[in-house]
Antibody, heavy 120, light 108 residues
Framework: QVQLVQSGTEVKKPGASVRVSCKASGYSFTSYIIHWVRQAPGQRLEWMGWINAGNGNTKYSQKFQGRVTITSDTSASTVYMELTSLRSEDTAVYYC?????????????WGQGTLVTVSS | EIVLTQSPGILSLSPGERATLSCRASQSVSGSCLVWYQQKPGQAPRLLIYSASSRATGIPDRFSGSGSGTDFTLTISRLEPEDFAVYYCQQCGSSPLTFGGGTKVEIK
């Protein structure tokens, strides 16, 4: 079955960077786009960016431009999201999610989420 | 960016009742690219409806979506115990993707 499995909980100090991984299985990795979405405590879901796992093209939210980098490793069927210059407001659960495709333009498969806590 | 406003914030209903959730966009959503998700505590969101009115695979037919332009609705015809959760709308018609603030459907 289709699965996205994310790396574990991270605790970081302000100013540090974090890299979260998202390993895909059960489908053709290079045929889909993967998005990253975060959810701060009590807040709405917030889109960060996406990557076309097939050709590596990316698009980022202007809010995170310059601080976020999304990459993919096709040999490992894994997508990575790196966020730099962390601040307390970046404390959130970070999700990777797959777009269902041209005919299903929603996020149809989600990772389990990775809690990133930023605290001094 | 398109701002999505969901109402009501909290909906208190009993099992078997009908739930009507609203999602209003600050500008027209291109291609009716409007999606609904269900999220339960400690879980990732689950895709319910895409393209405003198409049910995702495996979603029961008590869930239905409608609307176009700036006004969209998610209806749950008869609430089952497992339907009590938070529901989010999301637009995918223009960048950046944006989400609504959510409607919590709670047991009355």
């Amino acid at each position: 079955q289709v699965q996205l499995v994310q790396s574990g909980t991270e605790v970081k100090k302000p100013g540090a960077s974090v890299r979260v991984s998202c390993k895909a299985s059960g489908y053709s990795f290079t045929s889909y786009i993967i998005h990253w979405v975060r959810q701060a405590p009590g807040q709405r879901l917030e889109w960060m960016g996406w990557i076309n796992a097939g050709n590596g093209n990316t698009k980022y939210s202007q809010k995170f431009q310059g601080r976020v980098t999304i990459t993919s490793d096709t040999s490992a069927s894994t997508v990575y999201m790196e966020l730099t210059s962390l601040r307390s407001e970046d404390t959130a659960v970070y999700y990777c999610a797959r777009v269902g495709g041209i005919t299903v333009p929603g996020l149809d498969q989600w990772g389990q989420g990775t809690l990133v806590t930023v605290s001094s | 960016e398109i701002v999505l406003t969901q109402s009501p914030g909290i909906l208190s209903l009993s099992p078997g009742e009908r739930a009507t959730l609203s999602c209003r966009a600050s500008q027209s959503v291109s291609g009716s690219c409007l999606v609904w998700y269900q999220q339960k505590p400690g879980q990732a969101p689950r895709l319910l409806i895409y393209s405003a009115s198409s049910r995702a695979t495996g979603i029961p037919d008590r869930f239905s979506g409608s609307g176009s332009g700036t006004d969209f609705t998610l209806t749950i015809s008869r609430l089952e115990p497992e339907d009590f959760a938070v529901y989010y709308c999301q637009q995918c018609g223009s960048s950046p993707l944006t989400f609504g603030g959510g409607t919590k459907v709670e047991i009355k």
